[in-house]
């Protein structure tokens, strides 16, 4: 089950990520859908990264029952932003950076393994009918 906290005044349709968190795990997620402004905020505060980005993931460190499999945030500024730039709707983009910062919780990680993510990503895609402009701009 997806925990939903918008903080924007954007509705968001979370069926389809219900969808693709079920098929990856069977814990909670906690999903937080903000603006540039305060991804930027978390960005700096965990990574010390002064700038928004489109997706960050906070992976539990412990596996407890009944504990969340993590925390994912998403800046709608960039759903946006990239929606448009590759011509696709705002919940496509959406679950596209939903597929990527879940993939992150389950200990994927694209910057140190040799295309794991990147290939999980594009079953996933396919799966769920989506755009392969992530795949496409990740390459």
Do not use: C
């Amino acid at each position: 089950m997806i925990e939903l906290e918008n903080n924007t005044d954007l509705q968001i349709d979370i069926a389809i990520l219900e969808k693709i968190a079920n098929s990856l795990s069977k814990k909670d997620i906690e999903l937080m859908v903000v603006k540039n402004d305060e991804i930027q905020a978390l960005n700096k505060e965990h990574r010390n990264i002064d700038k928004a980005t489109d997706v960050l993931s906070f992976p539990m460190d412990f596996d407890f029952p009944n504990m969340p499999l993590g925390s994912i945030v998403i800046s709608t500024d960039f759903v946006d932003e990239k929606a448009k730039e590759y011509d696709h709707t705002f919940n496509e983009e959406f679950s596209l950076l939903f597929i990527h910062g879940i993939l992150h919780l389950l200990g994927y990680d694209h910057e140190v393994d040799n295309g794991e993510h990147r290939a999980k990503e594009e079953e996933l895609i396919k799966e769920f009918n989506l755009p392969d402009s992530l795949i496409v701009r990740n390459s």
